[in-house]
């Protein structure tokens, strides 16, 4: 039997985001998979797990209630799993913010003409701005959204993913928009600058390194996927969904140039999907996973190369352990 918690998985529109059409996939791949949801919301993750009832109604669906940004709420959940759960095989951690987002349009139509046009579109590098802001834990909300707190749940349901003679895999659902001068090791939680989410996204392709370095020993295997641009709530609030839809004759004549617009939450988890069917040993842990659809609507993964180094991986990993002794005392 497979058990799988996902993070982040909440109903929010008709639609859902890329988490919903993961676990629409895993069922369909598999009816007898086990999923646990680990939502913010008791009623959109009903919705969700009643919408996958739907069309999946013999599937086995537990919600578990997980704010993932405030480490109260990680720790009680990661208990409540615990008491569950015997074992985890998959732990999508899926959840993540990208608060006020701001687009420089000078920027944009520089970038049209700059011969960086592809660049642009598929990282969306330079376009974007964010505005932050301290949670009741004292932490920049982007960094316990998108890092921290995914980092404190690994850490808490060690025990489950770690068993002797069994191999278990953990899935950050990362972004091309991470970059390496977004993010600095004496800022981890980006307090100086206006771009968190890169920062965020930057620190979990490091902080995946640094899991498979400490964990791979004992069976737990860390990965790092890129969904591509997807229509859903988090890119509705960069810009308005009518606008979206509006140009999405233009985006489909941009996906012939970039694979990376695969627009759809079907096709963005292709990569999340893909990760599911392999071996975790045969991953390669410098290696992001991107879901990728061509002009023709043809979804595929491809591994990329991380911009990323064993030392920082390493330094960062250590300062979170730092970080968590010290929420620890507080909590
Ligand atoms: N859409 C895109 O183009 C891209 C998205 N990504 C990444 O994909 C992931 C999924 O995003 P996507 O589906 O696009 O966007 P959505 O906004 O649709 O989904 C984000 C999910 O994260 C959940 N979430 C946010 N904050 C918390 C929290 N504090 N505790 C628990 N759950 C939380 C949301 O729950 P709730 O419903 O309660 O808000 C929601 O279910 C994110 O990590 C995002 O950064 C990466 C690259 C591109
Ligand atoms: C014609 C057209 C497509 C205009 C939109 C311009 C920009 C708003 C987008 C171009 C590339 C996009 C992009 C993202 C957001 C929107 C753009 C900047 C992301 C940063 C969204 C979140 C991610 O994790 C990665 C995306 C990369 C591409």
Same mark, same amino acid.
């Given at each position: 039997m497979i058990r799988s918690l996902h993070c982040g998985q909440d109903l929010k529109t008709v639609t859902g985001g890329i988490g919903l059409a993961l676990c629409e996939r895993?069922?369909?791949?598999d009816a007898q998979v086990q999923l646990c949801l680990a939502?913010?919301?008791?009623?959109?993750a009903e919705a969700a797990r009643q919408a996958l009832l739907v069309s999946h109604p013999q599937a086995h669906i537990s919600l578990v209630q997980l704010d993932v940004g405030s480490m109260h709420s990680v720790f009680k959940a990661a208990q409540e799993v615990r008491q569950r759960y015997n074992r985890l095989d998959?732990?999508?951690?899926?959840a993540g913010i990208m608060p006020n987002p701001q687009v420089d349009h000078k920027a944009f139509y520089k970038g049209l003409f700059s011969g960086k046009a592809v660049h642009m579109f598929s990282t969306g590098e330079g376009l974007l701005t964010q505005k932050d802001e301290v949670t009741s834990d004292g932490l920049q909300q982007v960094f316990a959204t998108n890092l921290f707190g995914h980092f404190i749940l690994v850490r808490e349901l060690e025990p489950l993913l770690c068993r002797p003679g069994n191999s278990s895999l953990i899935i950050w659902?990362?972004?091309?928009?991470?970059?390496?001068?977004?993010?600095?090791?004496?800022?981890?939680?980006?307090?100086?600058?206006?771009?968190?989410?890169?920062?965020? #996204? !930057?620190? *979990?392709?490091?902080?995946s390194l640094a899991f498979n370095r400490h964990y791979n020993s %004992?069976?737990?295997?860390?990965?790092?996927?890129?969904?591509?641009?997807?229509?859903?709530?988090?890119?509705?609030?960069?810009l308005p969904s009518f606008?979206?839809?509006?140009?999405m004759p233009i985006m489909w004549l941009i996906r012939i140039f970039t694979n990376t617009f695969t627009l759809t939450p079907y096709n963005g988890a292709e990569a999340l999907f893909w990760l599911f069917k392999q071996?975790?040993?045969?991953?390669?842990?410098?290696? #992001? !996973?991107? *879901?990728?659809?061509?002009?023709?609507?043809?979804?595929?993964?491809?591994?990329? %190369?991380?911009?990323?180094?064993?030392?920082?991986?390493e330094t960062l990993y250590e300062k979170l352990l730092d970080l968590e002794d010290a929420i620890r005392k507080k909590l």
């Open positions: 895993l069922l369909s791949h939502c913010r919301n008791g009623q959109r998959y732990l999508y951690l899926n659902t990362s972004s091309s928009n991470a970059r390496r001068s977004a993010f600095s090791l004496d800022d981890l939680q980006h307090k100086q600058g206006n771009e968190s989410y890169s920062s965020s #996204k !930057y620190a *979990s392709d490091l902080l %004992k069976g737990l295997y860390s990965s790092v996927i890129c969904p591509g641009l997807v229509m859903t709530n988090l890119t509705y609030g960069i606008f979206w839809t509006l140009i071996k975790p040993e045969a991953l390669d842990p410098m290696a #992001k !996973y991107h *879901s990728l659809t061509s002009g023709l609507g043809n979804n595929y993964t491809q591994p990329c %190369k991380m911009d990323i180094d064993d030392i920082m991986a």
